[in-house]
T-cell receptor, first 111, second 114 residues
Framework: SQKIEQNSEALNIQEGKTATLTCNYTNYSPAYLQWYRQDPGRGPVFLLLIRENEKEKRKERLKVTFDTTLKQSLFHITASQPADSATYLCALDEAGNMLTFGGGTRLMVKP | DADVTQTPRNRITKTGKRIMLECSQTKGHDRMYWYRQDPGLGLRLIYYSFDVKDINKGEISDGYSVSRQAQAKFSLSLESAIPNQTALYFC?????????????FGDGTRLSIL
């Protein structure tokens, strides 16, 4: 069966460190993979998109990698800040039309 | 003002009632989506519409219906609400350009069915 897995346990890190979140998938062949941020009481907000033929994408302190052999994406936040605390969702798109979301990982950055 | 507006933000109702959740957008996007979010399950697609005359079922459409009244408006109805439809509901929009476009979400409706 198809599955998208993100660590359901919260990730706690110290301010200034790099946070690394994982998204693993099974029985998908995504053309694109996206990462969203969701704050409590708010809708998800788009952060980054990476295509199947791209290995890495960066935006300011954010970096996403995409390994179609391992069926995994890693999302990194460098020099993390308390304001980065949120839930981060990965989402796959196989055909350019529809997104399938993972359950999200909550990140807590402590000062 | 928000680009994607959902009303109401919170709703408590009883089993068997008919409920309508509304979504309007000022982004000028053709595509609109309804999702529900349950703890640990992520967002699941209920219905989507690629233009005013287009309605498609998503992963979990049973018990729900939608109406696309205009490019800017997409409403979700629960004809006879049941407690397991208690969830957070999100509306989203995206452009219909070639290649994948990110989705833009409203801030959700928290629905509780007693």
């Amino acid at each position: 069966s198809q599955k998208i897995e993100q660590n359901s346990e919260a990730l706690n890190i110290q301010e200034g460190k790099t946070a690394t979140l994982t998204c693993n998938y099974t029985n998908y062949s995504p053309a694109y993979l996206q990462w969203y941020r969701q704050d409590p009481g708010r809708g998800p907000v788009f952060l980054l998109l990476i295509r199947e033929n791209e290995k890495e994408k960066r935006k300011e302190r954010l970096k996403v990698t995409f390994d179609t052999t391992l069926k995994q994406s890693l999302f990194h936040i460098t020099a993390s800040q308390p304001a980065d605390s949120a839930t981060y969702l990965c989402a796959l798109d196989e055909a350019g039309n529809m997104l399938t979301f993972g359950g999200g990982t909550r990140l807590m950055v402590k000062p | 003002d928000a680009d994607v507006t959902q009303t109401p933000r919170n709703r408590i109702t009883k089993t068997g009632k008919r409920i309508m959740l509304e979504c309007s957008q000022t982004k000028g996007h053709d595509r609109m989506y309804w999702y529900r979010q349950d703890p640990g399950l992520g967002l699941r697609l209920i219905y989507y519409s690629f233009d005013v005359k287009d309605i498609n079922k998503g992963e979990i459409s049973d018990g729900y219906s939608v109406s696309r009244q205009a490019q800017a408006k997409f409403s979700l109805s629960l004809e006879s609400a049941i407690p397991n439809q208690t969830a957070l509901y999100f509306c989203a929009t995206s452009e219909s350009d070639r290649g994948f476009q990110p989705q833009h979400f409203g801030d959700g409706t928290r629905l509780s069915i007693l």
